[in-house]
Structure formats: C-alpha cells, structure tokens
C-alpha cells in the first residue's frame, strides 16, 4: 500500500498560479502511475493529469491543458501540480492518487488507481 499527501492549496485569485504537492511513502516501488483528479461540490470527480512514475510520460484533461504542468522527483517519491492562469471554475479538492497497473486507455479513471490521499482545497476567487 503507498500513503499520499498533497498540500500546497490555498486561496487564489483567478488568473494565479498555485503548485500542488503529493509526497508518497510505503510501497512506492509498486507504484506505476500518479495522478491528480479534482472534485468540486456538486460534481462528480473527475481527471486532471497524470504522469508515469518511470519514463515520466505524461496525460492531461483537456480542461487543463496549457494551463497546469505535472511533474515528479523520483528521489524524493513527490509528484506535482504546477497549476497556472487558474480559474474560479477550478475550485475544487485536489487529490492524488497511485495506481500499480494503469493501462493508457485507462489512465482517466479513478478506477485504475489503487491509494489515494485525502486531497488539498484550491479556491479560486473571480
């Protein structure tokens, strides 16, 4: 099992940037896939990106793209979400999550991925 913990949320006016953080520990050597998804009230969960934790390959929404920027640091078992030109309809709980066999068909689905943390809030103020 690998534990996830995200932080780096707070509070941003629209047009601002904000960097996400999600340090994972456990067995990560298990651990193929990370990715980040969002889920904002009254709405179902859904993909943000995605980046493989060897090889470093990455996949976005098209919500995102342009706009946020996945990356990792092997050494220090963290991925992050390098978030900019943010807007109000961004608000939402971002959570990473870890998958051990994602296929590329089905790295948008929250089904695929095994642990997941508890998520960080970004607010979005217009």
């Known amino acids: 099992q690998v534990q996830l913990e995200e932080s780096g949320g707070g509070l941003v006016q629209a047009g601002g940037s904000l960097r996400l953080s999600c340090a994972a520990s456990?067995?990560?050597?298990?651990?193929?896939?990370v990715a980040w998804f969002r889920h904002a009230p009254e709405k179902e969960r859904e993909f943000v990106a995605a980046i493989r934790w060897n090889g470093g390959a990455t996949f976005y929404a098209d919500s995102v793209k342009g706009r946020f920027t996945v990356s990792r640091d092997n050494a220090k078992n963290s991925v992050y979400l390098q978030t900019h030109s943010l807007k109000p309809e961004d608000r939402a709980v971002y959570c990473c999550?870890?998958?051990?066999?994602?296929?590329?068909?089905?790295?948008?689905?929250?089904?695929?991925?095994?642990?997941w943390g508890r998520g960080t809030q970004v607010t979005v103020s217009s």
């Open positions: 999550a870890a998958g051990r066999f994602v296929s590329p068909s089905r790295v948008h689905s929250e089904e695929a991925y095994d642990d």
């Open positions: 456990g067995r990560t050597c298990s651990t193929s896939t």
